[in-house]
């Protein structure tokens, strides 16, 4: 009989518990939720939960909660949310110093026990905690991507659906960059049913939609006092789901660069195709001289909390 798939989820808080969720309503297999030994009942919890809704929904998929890492042993996913999210009035880079020493934990235990695994970070701040990953692992970059730009173009797609009065189903976006206030809303290749959104939507709307998306994880954190897990969620099954059924998706990632786009040694969110392999492609698209310029100004900040990480 064909095993199913098995993904290990590093961290059962908000997002590990909603990962936990989809995955298994997606039937995308069995399912291990990790946290640490503190909270081991919370993922056991939190998994005995999931497990009583597939009963009741009707899908097949087993749920575990742990704190033991060999249980994660062969996973052929892992997804990776331990940490502790923004509070408010916290940046993402204040999370640096605490997030840092939790994931290069992580990252050495996901490579003594899944060693073939796709990796998908998405613990803040995502772009040095996935760099931090792949230099831990030592894992090809195909196989280490960080969750962000999944993320940042639902949410200007959300907003362009709600300004145009138009389904969010005919809302093509791409936001590229880092996933900070730098990150980087492409108008040229944001577009509704084909058509580019400059053409629909007034110049003062379409910037104050950029304004929102840059701050769209903050206003969330404001109103709730902690960060999304929904759509982070969302994203991030998306990515493994394109992987495991290998779908060959474009997804904005966060993906190492090694010269595409000009950059290099740096994880940046830019479009990929998710497939099989992981990581098959990074699809180069012509920027504008602005889009450049705003993709350069990430990349340096990026580049600056690389550099603060490797001195911690
Ligand atoms: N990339 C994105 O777009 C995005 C979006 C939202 C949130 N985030 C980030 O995702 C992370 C998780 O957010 P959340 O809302 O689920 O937080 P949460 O606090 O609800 O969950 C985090 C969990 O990680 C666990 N944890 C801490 N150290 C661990 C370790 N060493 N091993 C295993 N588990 C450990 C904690 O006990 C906790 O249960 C945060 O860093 C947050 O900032 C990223």
Do not use: W
């Not at 230099?135 to 962000?148: D, E, H």
């Not at 189903?169 to 880092?178: I, P, T």
């Not at 950059?263 to 098959?280: C, N, R, S, T």
């Amino acid at each position: 009989m064909p095993k199913r798939k098995k993904i290990a989820l590093i961290g059962a808080g908000n997002i590990g518990g909603e990962l936990a969720m989809l995955a298994a309503r997606r039937e995308l297999g069995d399912v291990v939720l990790l946290d640490i030994p503190d909270k081991e009942g919370v993922a056991k919890g939190k998994a005995l939960d999931i497990m009583q809704t597939c009963a009741l929904d009707g899908y097949d998929a087993n749920v575990l909660g742990t704190s033991k890492y060999e249980d994660i042993r062969g996973a052929d996913v892992v997804i990776v949310t331990a940490g502790v999210p923004r509070k408010p009035g916290m940046s993402r880079d204040d999370l640096l110093s605490i997030n840092l020493k939790i994931i290069r934990g992580v990252a050495e235990q996901v490579k003594g026990n899944a060693p073939n695994a796709l990796v998908i970070v998405i613990s803040n701040p995502l772009d040095a905690m996935v760099y931090e990953m792949k230099k831990v692992t030592g894992f090809p970059r195909a196989r280490v991507l960080g969750m962000a730009g999944a993320l940042d173009s639902a949410r200007f797609q959300c907003f362009l659906a709600e300004a145009a009065g138009v389904s969010v189903k005919d809302v093509n976006a791409l936001v590229l960059g880092g996933h900070g206030d730098t990150m980087v809303p492409c108008l040229s290749y944001t577009t509704i049913k084909g058509v580019p959104v400059a053409k629909l939507l007034p110049k003062d709307k379409l910037e104050a939609m950029v304004k929102r998306t840059r701050g769209g994880g903050g206003e969330i954190v404001q109103l709730m006092g902690t960060s999304a897990y929904y759509a982070p969620a969302s994203g991030a099954i998306a990515m493994a789901e394109s992987y495991l059924k290998a779908q060959r998706r474009m997804i904005a990632c966060a993906a190492y660069l090694e010269g595409e786009y000009g950059y290099k040694d740096l994880y940046i969110g830019v479009p990929i195709l998710f497939g099989a392999e992981g990581m098959e492609k990074v699809v180069e698209v012509d920027l504008s001289a602005e889009e450049k310029s705003m993709l350069e100004a990430s990349a340096a900040a990026v580049r600056e909390l690389i550099e603060a990480a490797s001195k911690l």
